[in-house]
Nanobody, 125 residues
């Protein structure tokens, strides 16, 4: 499975960005998809995840109310709409996929089998 993340860039605080992650796998609809982010010297941290049917969604507390995860199974893609961005949101954002991860493990970076290459998001103050 190959995941291709895109949509990062430089934005001012308070602005918005929409990240996309396209999967090469035609069984995309069976995968739980997640977004994580990482800054230099820190561990990769959970941002959001969505289940196969978009019925179950989870967010990190730090992004709740500002970020929205969604998916389009027909296009084998998952999205992260980020609004009201803050300088502390600056990071490399990664999409991740797993076919068998359970809900209680969605925040665990080690539970995902597949990762995209990351896209840089920089928020200036």
């Amino acid at each position: 499975v190959q995941l291709q993340a895109s949509g990062g860039g430089l934005v001012q605080a308070g602005g918005s960005l929409r990240l996309s992650c396209a999967a090469s796998e035609r069984s995309f609809g069976r995968w739980v998809m997640g977004w994580f982010r990482q800054t230099p010297g820190k561990e990769r941290e959970f941002v959001a995840a969505i289940d196969r049917s978009s019925l179950a969604i989870r967010y990190a507390e730090s992004v709740k109310g500002r970020f929205t995860i969604s998916r389009d199974n027909a296009k084998d893609s998952v999205f992260l709409q980020m609004s009201d961005l803050k300088p502390e949101d600056t990071a490399v954002y990664y999409c991740a996929a797993d076919r068998s991860i359970i809900l209680s493990q969605w925040r665990n970076v080690h539970e995902y089998d597949y990762w995209g290459q990351g896209t840089q998001v920089t928020v200036s103050s």
